[in-house]
């Protein structure tokens, strides 16, 4: 009904930087908050970056001040710009979006299948 394809992980080396996409499609109607979480082995998944569709951001500390979210509404994707790469960033990459309104009126959370980055010289 709605997917959500990641794009553009990859190996990079230490202080390098990557950029990441989202494209959501399907039966859209809109799209409240997106975000990005990671998982690295043997860990929790946790919360990167979110957007509200306003535009407001909320970032992890370990990531303030070298990764940037941003979207375009219009084409319901979403964006995460990675600098200043560190290896522990190592981790597969989700997309999310918590609130999807469909062209039903249902609400419906996605995700994203991941996509792989790694950190490493």
């Known amino acids: 009904q709605v997917q959500l394809v990641e794009s553009g992980g990859g190996l990079v080396q230490p202080g390098g930087s990557l950029s990441l996409s989202c494209a959501a499609s399907?039966?859209?109607?809109?799209?409240?908050?997106m975000g990005w979480h990671r998982q690295a082995p043997g860990k929790q998944r946790e919360l990167v970056a979110a957007i509200t569709r306003g535009g407001r951001t909320n970032y992890a500390d370990s990531v303030k001040g070298r990764f940037t979210i941003s979207r375009d509404n219009a084409r319901n994707t979403v964006f995460l710009q990675m600098n200043s790469l560190k290896p522990e960033d190592t981790a597969v990459y989700y997309c999310?979006?918590?609130?999807?309104?469909?062209?039903?009126?249902?609400?419906?959370?996605?995700w994203g299948q991941g996509t792989q980055v790694t950190v490493s010289s």
């Open positions: 999310n979006a918590p609130r999807v309104i469909t062209t039903a009126r249902s609400q419906i959370s996605a």
């Open positions: 399907g039966s859209i109607f809109s799209i409240d908050d």
